[in-house]
């Protein structure tokens, strides 16, 4: 969707570097989030935002930090990458009554 | 924790036959969405229920929302090699805007 950049699309890290993943939106929506997808596990949420500055976990949260300082940036900051945290992460938006997803960005932890 | 189970997680079946998908919660959801997603790519979302007992169609697609909120079905008719994906479904909790995933159904149709 056009409205929702991921970047990068693909990253390759070493174990115990810190990653951050953007992810910027045309929508002018309140709500971001981020999510993980893995095999057998499905999309599981990370964090997620309700407005600039306004943050609040999600059921993985461990090991991940977001910022957001502008309506239209949200971050997602890996502070020291384990092997457990390689996976495609999404980011999404919402007005209400379902997501737009971004293309995603698959990273790897060596 | 809330938990949306997907049956069947695999279905691979021939150009022009139909399948129903399911997706069942013990909880209550304030609605509920389905998603396809090709290879690559991030879920797409196709319908958004909000109803108890709402049916949804979108071309050959039927979408139903379960009376108590807690669970929907995905019908296809006449399946084409285009509807191959990943279909998921998702429960918004109420007075969130977060949603709960499925697992997901893999789909293959097959020319």
């Known amino acids: 969707d056009a409205g929702i950049t991921q970047s990068p699309r693909h990253k390759v890290t070493e174990t115990g570097t810190p990653v951050t993943l953007r992810c910027h939106q045309t929508e002018n929506h309140r709500y971001m989030y981020w999510y993980r997808q893995d095999p057998g596990h499905g999309l599981r949420l990370i964090h997620y935002?309700?407005?600039?500055?306004?943050?609040d976990k999600g059921e993985v949260s461990d090991g991940y930090s977001v910022s957001r300082s502008k309506t239209e940036d949200f971050l997602l900051t890996l502070e020291s990458a384990t092997s457990s945290q390689t996976s495609v992460y999404f980011c999404?938006?919402?007005?209400?009554?379902?997501?737009?997803f971004g293309s995603g960005t698959r990273l790897t932890v060596v | 924790t809330q938990l949306l189970e997907q049956s069947p997680q695999f279905l691979s079946i021939q150009e022009g036959e139909n399948l129903t998908v399911y997706c069942n919660s013990s909880?209550?959801?304030?609605?509920l969405q389905w998603y396809r997603q090709e290879p690559g790519e991030g879920p797409v979302l196709l319908v958004t229920?909000?109803?108890?007992?709402e049916v949804k169609k979108l071309k050959r697609l039927t979408f139903q929302f379960g009376d108590a909120r807690k669970d929907s079905s995905l019908h296809i008719t006449a399946a084409q090699p285009g509807d191959t994906g990943l279909y998921l479904c998702a429960g918004e909790t109420p007075g969130t805007y977060k949603y709960i995933f499925g697992t997901g159904t893999r789909l293959k149709v097959l020319a």
């Open positions: 999404a938006t919402t007005a209400g009554y379902g997501y737009t």
């Open positions: 935002s309700y407005g600039v500055k306004d943050t």
């Open positions: 909880s209550v959801f304030s609605s």
């Open positions: 229920v909000v109803t108890g007992g």
